[in-house]
């Protein structure tokens, strides 16, 4: 079927279906090359974690996991806004679609704002790694700044992704105004989507990680 939005089809391009299988397929592609680029660290932080489990576990206990378990439900519950924005663009509803790619852009925002808190925490507490870093009771100060930088580098790295999901949410919901979208051509919202959930995907391995590897205090 022809899409109404006269935008909508390149000129590259026979039909939107293929229009859209092109875009999708490109946006695995990009996601692979992150999957990769992440993978990097998620490698260099078992490597590290494997030569000193005890200096790691002590500097994973500095870290809130209430505060990690709120961030978690929260980009959890972003990830269902935005399949129902999804929903909402199949549809062809512009309201349900634009409020839904605020709710998103709102649970996101919440997100950072947390993770601001936290880094901000851990500067007070003398965690940040540098000359001033302290890690009370850690007699291996070396291998303890490993560990932060490691988590500032991940979760940091993590929060810039966020910063462009959300600007890409904020392009999503500008062109909705606009009424750039309907139930014939969406693909756009479908790609973001996409994105969105990678993002949240790496956090449900980033928490894990760094907050909940051995809990428990040595006797």
Do not use: C
Not at 174 to 192: C, E, K, M, Q, S
């Amino acid at each position: 079927m022809a899409s109404a939005n006269p935008l909508a089809l390149r000129e590259q391009f026979d039909t939107a279906a293929q229009q859209k299988d092109a875009s999708v397929l490109a946006m695995w592609i990009f996601l692979v090359t992150e999957i990769m680029f992440f993978g990097g660290l998620f490698l260099a932080y078992t490597a590290y974690r494997s030569f000193y489990p005890e200096v790691f576990g002590a500097a994973s206990r500095t870290l809130s996991a209430t505060i990690g378990a709120v961030n978690t439900a929260v980009l959890l519950t972003s990830s269902y806004t935005m399949v129902l924005a999804v929903r909402a663009a199949q549809k062809g509803s512009r309201k349900a679609l634009i409020w839904f790619l605020i709710l998103t852009m709102i649970f996101g925002t919440v997100f950072l704002g947390v993770k601001a808190y936290e880094w901000h925490e851990k500067f007070v507490e003398h965690h940040v790694p540098g000359p001033s870093f302290h890690l009370e009771g850690e007699p291996l100060q070396g291998q303890a700044q490993l560990f932060f930088s490691l988590y500032f580098a991940m979760t940091g790295l993590h929060a810039l992704h966020m910063v462009v999901g959300m600007g890409i949410m904020t392009v999503m919901t500008w062109r909705a105004w606009l009424g750039r979208f309907n139930a014939d051509y969406y693909t756009p919202i479908d790609v973001a989507g996409l994105y969105w959930h990678f993002v949240d995907v790496i956090w449900i391995f980033l928490f894990p990680l760094l907050y909940l590897i051995d809990r428990h205090v040595p006797k």
